[in-house]
């Protein structure tokens, strides 16, 4: 057993050190006289991720943004991009739309795209493809100062994919959209990261949108980055439970799950924790029943509760 615990040691250290991230932090600081806008940040993006990044406005999402991108200079600590490349070269493998895009409102969709080419010294062949992804080949001659916001967010994404960036920072997208704008900016990225295999970095205080299509967060409170999380761990401690405290932990197991068994069909998981108390994996609403088959075999039940909470509790919580 020793050995087996050495070996898993080893391995973890190993698949720690061998993860891929896009991005990271380290102890990222940003003051603005005696306010710190973003304190201490370690942030960790894998690629291949959504990486959710959550906060109030004014928690520090847009400046740490800013300064990853080198439109700000931090005030100490520092950060790196794809395991330490030069941040010159690493940025050219970056997309970024941040807060509204800069389109001209003059020109179609199609003239936008060309004239950002020019700028970039990008090829234009891919301009029809580009137009086709985000949605907007079937616009003609409609000038940009005629799209919905949630076109204009669209055209915006598809100027930031311009040189084919592996990495995609997206800075509040569905900021005042409405709910169809939303969708198909939702629809977007999630067919960005699904099938093109980009890693994103969506900012938002739209907490139920972004627990549609994140697959890991970076909650934001005041500057500070209070939690990091996968959405299976964020779905596993949103999860309503029953935590039932008794005399004799193992009877009251099997009476609970037979009771469950016969009233349900499905068992629910079962377990008990530290405290000797029985956990059920869901929230169970006729708890009377339970408490009265538990009295009736003489166990005393000493107390019952329901633990866990919804995404936005969860959010809100740790976001102060």
Same mark, same amino acid.
């Given at each position: 057993?020793?050995?087996?615990?050495?070996?898993?040691?080893?391995?973890?250290?190993?698949?720690?050190?061998?993860?891929? @991230?896009?991005?990271?932090?380290?102890?990222?600081? %940003? %003051?603005?006289?005696? &306010?710190?806008?973003?304190?201490?940040?370690?942030?960790?993006?894998?690629? +291949?991720?959504?990486? +959710? *990044?959550?906060? %109030?406005?004014? #928690?520090? &999402?847009?400046?740490?943004?800013?300064?990853?991108?080198?439109? #700000?200079?931090?005030?100490?600590?520092?950060?790196?991009?794809?395991?330490?490349?030069?941040? @010159?070269? #690493?940025?050219?493998?970056?997309?970024?739309?941040?807060?509204?895009? #800069?389109? @001209?409102?003059?020109?179609?969709?199609?003239?936008?795209?060309?004239?950002?080419? %020019?700028?970039?010294?990008?090829?234009?062949?891919?301009?029809?493809?580009?137009?086709?992804?985000?949605?907007?080949?079937?616009?003609? &001659? &409609?000038?940009?100062?005629? @799209?919905?916001?949630?076109?204009?967010?669209?055209?915006?994404?598809?100027?930031?994919?311009? +040189?084919?960036?592996? *990495?995609?920072?997206?800075?509040e997208p569905i900021n005042g959209l409405d709910p169809s704008g939303i969708i198909e900016v939702r629809d977007l990225i999630i067919k960005l990261n699904k099938e093109f295999g980009k890693t994103v970095l969506i900012s938002s205080h739209i907490l139920g949108e972004l627990s549609k299509l994140s697959t890991c967060y970076g909650i934001i409170s005041n500057g500070k980055l209070v939690e990091e999380l996968t959405h299976e761990e964020l779905i596993s401690r949103c999860t309503a439970t029953t935590v039932i405290k008794t005399n004799n932990p193992e009877k009251a197991k099997q009476i609970i799950s037979n009771l469950l068994a016969d009233k349900y069909g499905t068992v629910p998981t079962l377990s008990i924790n530290n405290n000797g108390a029985v956990v059920i994996g869901s929230a169970i609403e006729d708890t009377g029943s339970v408490t009265k088959a538990l009295f009736m075999n003489d166990v005393v039940v000493e107390s019952l509760t329901t633990a866990g909470s919804d995404l936005e509790n969860y959010f809100v919580e740790r976001m102060g």
């Amino acid at each position: 057993n020793s050995y087996t615990c050495i070996i898993l040691i080893i391995q973890n250290d190993f698949e720690e050190e061998t993860m891929e @991230y896009a991005l990271r932090t380290f102890e990222l600081t %940003k %003051k603005y006289g005696e &306010k710190l806008a973003v304190n201490n940040v370690n942030m960790n993006i894998p690629k +291949g991720e959504v990486y +959710g *990044f959550v906060g %109030k406005n004014g #928690a520090g &999402k847009t400046t740490l943004i800013r300064l990853v991108l080198g439109l #700000a200079n931090p005030t100490s600590g520092n950060f790196e991009f794809f395991g330490g490349m030069n941040n @010159y070269k #690493a940025r050219a493998r970056i997309g970024n739309l941040i807060e509204s895009p #800069a389109i @001209y409102p003059n020109m179609t969709g199609q003239q936008n795209l060309t004239i950002f080419c %020019k700028m970039l010294g990008v090829n234009e062949e891919k301009i029809p493809e580009l137009l086709n992804l985000v949605g907007l080949n079937d616009v003609g &001659k &409609k000038k940009a100062k005629d @799209y919905s916001l949630g076109m204009k967010q669209r055209l915006g994404i598809a100027i930031a994919l311009l +040189g084919d960036p592996e *990495f995609l920072i997206l800075d509040e997208p569905i900021n005042g959209l409405d709910p169809s704008g939303i969708i198909e900016v939702r629809d977007l990225i999630i067919k960005l990261n699904k099938e093109f295999g980009k890693t994103v970095l969506i900012s938002s205080h739209i907490l139920g949108e972004l627990s549609k299509l994140s697959t890991c967060y970076g909650i934001i409170s005041n500057g500070k980055l209070v939690e990091e999380l996968t959405h299976e761990e964020l779905i596993s401690r949103c999860t309503a439970t029953t935590v039932i405290k008794t005399n004799n932990p193992e009877k009251a197991k099997q009476i609970i799950s037979n009771l469950l068994a016969d009233k349900y069909g499905t068992v629910p998981t079962l377990s008990i924790n530290n405290n000797g108390a029985v956990v059920i994996g869901s929230a169970i609403e006729d708890t009377g029943s339970v408490t009265k088959a538990l009295f009736m075999n003489d166990v005393v039940v000493e107390s019952l509760t329901t633990a866990g909470s919804d995404l936005e509790n969860y959010f809100v919580e740790r976001m102060g």
